[in-house]
């Protein structure tokens, strides 16, 4: 399985991106797919994952900005971030995980894609 995500960029506070990840190689009929982020210097962080029953789990620093969606006909999941803050800025990464994974997330070990930055000035 192959994630490829797209949509980083440079962003003012209080700004908007979206975030696409499209996953190829594979089918899986019970998957979570969702988004962590890794600023310099820290690791990497849960931001928000969707099952493909529909179910979504949040960080609470983002839980009221950002929206998880997905297009499972099509393996593909967004982030919609609005309200960008300067600590948003991070490459952010697309993973994929068989079953569910709804309260735990993925895991090192699962499918990643290769990160896309978000830099938001100040």
């Known amino acids: ?42 690791q990497r962080d849960l931001v928000a994952v969707a099952t493909s029953g529909g179910a979504t789990n949040y960080a609470g620093s983002v839980k009221v900005r950002f929206t998880i969606s997905r297009d499972n006909a099509k393996n593909v999941v967004f982030l919609q971030m609005n309200s960008l803050k300067p600590e948003d800025t991070a490459v952010y990464y697309c993973c994929l995980r068989v079953g569910n994974g709804l309260f735990t997330g993925c895991r090192p070990n699962d499918f990643w894609g290769q990160g896309t930055l978000v830099t938001v000035s100040s």
């Open 1 to 42: 399985v192959q994630l490829q995500a797209s949509g980083g960029g440079l962003v003012q506070t209080g700004g908007s991106l979206r975030l696409s990840c499209a996953a190829s190689g594979g089918t899986f009929s019970v998957n979570t797919m969702g988004w962590y982020r890794q600023a310099p210097g820290d």
